[in-house]
């Protein structure tokens, strides 16, 4: 065993294992291993890390009751800011945010603090032990919220434990957006979800499913009829597409379709669910972030024999988690990097057979920071592939902008709301999530729904 003051790694899975089944692939520290990585915590009487978390997560106060051996109450202090802790635990990107600006970080490897918030809420559920915080005493006010995603499974934990009456209208026939349908089990077991929405719903949240505001319902109708105020979490659920040739050849998926296939829709449950789903091949992804990373190990479970990642930056650039890349890369798959397609080309049969890309060169930053990809001129060449999944990002859906007057939106057809309340241009109609931002993170998301929590319940109890 590694000495206890090294950063304590998580046993997983083995990739020649893994690649076969959709298990999650780390197993979790046991009680010993969290002890070790917790008495590596310096307790520092200013902590940075707690400004580098979107929700401002406890995290000394948390580490400390890990340390004294006390998980369950561990788990309770995190609760205090953040409902969804076995959630963030495994898909927050912590490297780029509390463990970024941990102290131990600059001598050593940051201490782990996603995998303990992971270990001391897995210890909670798996032992029985969830308590639900006493919620004040009734407002009478009524908050309709829309999604049940991150975002407005935040807003409305928040909002329920401060006494208001919380209805969560979701489109889908499952409550949890992005993580049922997006997200695949590997990563974020399905389990884990209905868990912490099991949580969300004991704080005194309704849930109903099937329900598509703008359509079952407008913004302007819940306002005028028992609702005192809206969130809008919707997400950013429109794939985008690259506009190339040949896009609309049999095989070409949005990694939206292609992971809701796989997750929502369980197709990686064959044969007990036949949901229908390319397996087997050639497998190209476009992309490079958390979505592709996903897209690709996903495909490479389902059975195909080679799977290529197309990414037009260099590996330096990509936007996904380092250990996504990581166990990408050891689970197999191809990266290939400075390329980009510019068509796809169908056989006889309008079944997509190949790819024609071309190579890049990175120039200038651009405004995101990153060098900008550049053509090589007469640098073309092909690539034969099955089936091709594009992962570049998310439009928001437009149904709610279109019908609902008065709500400003900028270009890309995203709400405006204010970043310290959440605010949109109508009065009583907060937003937040991948809906105002884009396609951001979980704990971003649950950020801008604590935010708005705060200005919704002033909002209510005419504070100003």
């Known amino acids: 065993m590694k000495d206890k003051h090294d950063r304590q790694k998580m046993p997983e899975q083995k990739p020649s294992e ?11 520290y046991t009680e010993e291993l969290a002890l070790n990585e917790a008495s590596r ?14 929700v401002n997560v406890p995290i000394p106060d948390f580490i400390k009751l890990v340390k004294q051996g006390k998980f369950a109450e561990a788990a309770r202090k995190i609760k205090e800011a953040n409902s969804l802790p076995a959630i963030c635990g495994r898909v927050c990107p912590q490297e780029d945010q509390c463990e970024k600006l941990c102290v131990i970080g600059k001598m050593s490897k940051p201490v782990a603090i996603g995998a303990l ?13 969830v308590a639900i915080p006493k919620v004040s005493e009734k407002t009478g006010k009524k908050v309709a919220v829309v999604g049940s995603g991150p975002a407005g499974l935040t807003v409305a934990g928040e909002l ?3 006494g208001h009456e919380v209805t969560i209208f979701e489109a889908l026939h499952k409550p949890g957006g992005v993580l049922v349908y997006g997200i695949p089990e590997f990563r974020l077991p399905k389990k884990i979800v209905e868990s912490e929405i099991d949580y969300v719903k004991q704080l005194g949240v309704k849930i109903v499913t099937n329900a598509v505001i703008g359509k079952s319902a407008t913004v302007a109708e819940l306002l005028e009829g028992e609702f005192n105020a809206v969130f809008i979490g919707s997400g950013a659920g429109a794939p985008k597409f690259m506009n190339i040739p040949g896009e609309n ?16 829709m369980k197709a990686y449950m064959f044969p007990e669910y036949d949901t229908p789903i390319p397996r087997g091949g050639i497998v190209a992804v476009v992309g490079g972030g958390n979505v592709a990373m996903d897209s690709a190990r996903t495909a490479l479970r389902l059975g195909a024999e080679k799977v290529i990642v197309l990414y037009r930056r260099s590996r330096e650039e990509m936007p996904a988690r380092i250990d996504e890349i990581h166990h990408a890369e050891e689970e197999g798959i191809e990266f290939h990097f400075l390329v980009n397609p510019i068509k796809f080309i169908c056989d006889e049969h309008g079944k997509v057979k190949e790819i024609e890309c071309i190579k890049m060169k990175l120039g200038e930053p651009d405004d995101s920071g990153r060098k900008r990809p550049v053509k090589i001129d007469n640098s073309e060449f092909s690539v034969k592939i099955d089936t091709v999944v594009i992962a570049i990002g998310n439009d928001p859906n437009p149904l709610i902008q279109k019908t609902t007057p008065g709500l400003e939106v900028n270009k890309w057809g995203n709400i405006i709301s204010g970043k310290e309340s959440g605010k949109t241009s109508i009065e ?9 931002t884009g396609s951001a993170t979980v704990i971003e ?20």
Do not use: Q, W
């Open 249 to 264: 050849c049999v095989g070409v998926f949005s990694a939206n379709e292609y992971l809701t296939r796989s997750n929502l």
């Open 428 to 436: 009583g109609v907060y937003a937040g999530g991948d809906i105002v």
């Open 160 to 162: 329920a434990k401060k």
């Open 445 to 464: 998301a649950m950020g801008a729904g604590k935010i708005a929590a705060g200005a919704i319940h002033k909002f209510l109890m005419g504070e100003k």
């Open 18 to 28: 893994r690649i076969k089944n959709f298990k999650e692939v780390p197993f979790g």
């Open 117 to 129: 918030e992971r270990f001391v809420s897995d210890y909670e559920r798996e032992k029985r032990n």
């Open 41 to 54: 915590c310096l307790e520092c009487k200013k902590p940075m890390c707690v400004k580098g978390c979107p």
